[in-house]
C-alpha cells in the first residue's frame, strides 16, 4: 500500500480558496488512480474528486463541479485539490485516498489506501 499525508487545510471565510496537498510515500503514485473524499460530522463520506494516472481523465462531484480542481505531479508523488469559492457547507475532514487500477471510481469502497485526513472549516 500506499502511504498517504494530507496537508492545507484550515480556517477561512466563505468565498476564498485553499489548495490541498496529498503526498505520497513507499510507492510512486503513478499507477494509481487518486481521489479526495470530505466527510463532516454525523454524515457519510462523500466523493469530492478522482483522477487517472495520466491526469488527462477528472471526475468532480456534483457539489463541487465548477469550483474544485483535483490535480497531480507524478514526479512528485503528490496529488492537489484546488478549492475555490468556498462554502460553510464544504466544511469537512477532507480525505486523500489511493488505488490500483486504470478506472476511476466514486465509490470508498474501491479505494485501499487512505490518509489521515485534513480539517478544512469555511466561516460564514
Known amino acids: 500500500q500506499v502511504q498517504l499525508v494530507e496537508s492545507g487545510g484550515g480556517l477561512v471565510q466563505a468565498g476564498t480558496s485553499l489548495r490541498l496537498s496529498c503526498a505520497a510515500s513507499g510507492r510512486t503514485i503513478g499507477n494509481y488512480v487518486m481521489a479526495w473524499f470530505r466527510q463532516a460530522p454525523g454524515k457519510e463520506r462523500e466523493f469530492v474528486a478522482a483522477?487517472?494516472?495520466?491526469?488527462?481523465?477528472?471526475s468532480h462531484g456534483d457539489s463541487v463541479k465548477g469550483r474544485f480542481t483535483i490535480s497531480r505531479d507524478n514526479a512528485k508523488n503528490t496529488v492537489y485539490l484546488q478549492m475555490n469559492s468556498l462554502k460553510p457547507e464544504d466544511t469537512a475532514v477532507y480525505y486523500c485516498?489511493?488505488?490500483?487500477?486504470?478506472?476511476?471510481?466514486?465509490?470508498?469502497?474501491?479505494?485501499?489506501?487512505w490518509g489521515q485526513g485534513t480539517q478544512v472549516t469555511v466561516s460564514s
Open positions: 483522477i487517472d494516472w495520466s491526469g488527462r481523465i477528472r
Open positions: 485516498a489511493a488505488k490500483g487500477g486504470m478506472t476511476i471510481t466514486t465509490k470508498t469502497s474501491g479505494f485501499d489506501s
